[in-house]
């Protein structure tokens, strides 16, 4: 927070280590600017079957945020498809001054201080908040994102691109 304060860049772009994917993210901060958001959340659509894993994003017909549920029980499909929902990426860009604030707002809570359960919840209702579908730099077939956050997904990834890749 404070590294932010002092260099005070425009825009901030906040990446999940522990994934895999190929990714512009030159293109979503354009989406960003031009839609004038505050934050903006990178969004893979999932199968409504998996959804459950993920936070799950509810967007209106112009991709703007209107809810947030991480890991639900019963999670909401996308607009224009009853078999999927939007799954956060872990992928976003704020505004440091509205990232700033959310961030001293928390502080003062109760919470977990987790993106997902706690900061941007609290953000969509009163800012500007857009879903950015990823669209997967490989230009394969299927988008190719997975979560290695443990040994078997990252072995598991391993495998996966052994096999889209046979050179690999």
């Not at 987790?114 to 950015?132: C, E, Q």
């Not at 040994?151 to 890749?165: K, S």
Request: hydrophobic content about 40%; glycine content about 6%.
């Amino acid at each position: 927070l404070y590294s932010l304060q002092r260099e005070n860049p425009r825009h901030v772009i906040i990446l999940s280590g522990d994934h895999v994917y190929k990714m512009d993210y030159a293109k979503m901060l354009q989406f960003h600017i031009e839609r004038g958001a505050k934050a903006t959340l990178a969004t893979l659509e999932v199968p409504l079957g998996d959804a459950h894993r993920f936070g799950i994003v509810t967007v209106d017909e112009a991709d703007r945020v209107i809810g947030f549920n991480e890991k639900p029980s019963q999670p909401a499909p996308m607009p224009g498809s009853s078999d999927q929902a939007l799954a956060s990426m872990g992928v976003y860009i704020f505004e440091t001054e509205a990232l700033v604030d959310a961030l001293e707002d928390d502080a003062r809570q109760d919470t977990q201080h987790d993106f997902g359960k706690n900061i941007i919840p609290t953000m969509f209702p009163k800012l500007p908040v857009f879903s950015y579908r990823f669209y997967d730099e490989n230009r394969k077939a299927a988008k190719y994102w997975r979560d290695i956050g443990t040994l078997d997904a990252y072995f598991g990834a391993n495998m996966d691109l052994c096999y889209v890749n046979p050179e690999f």
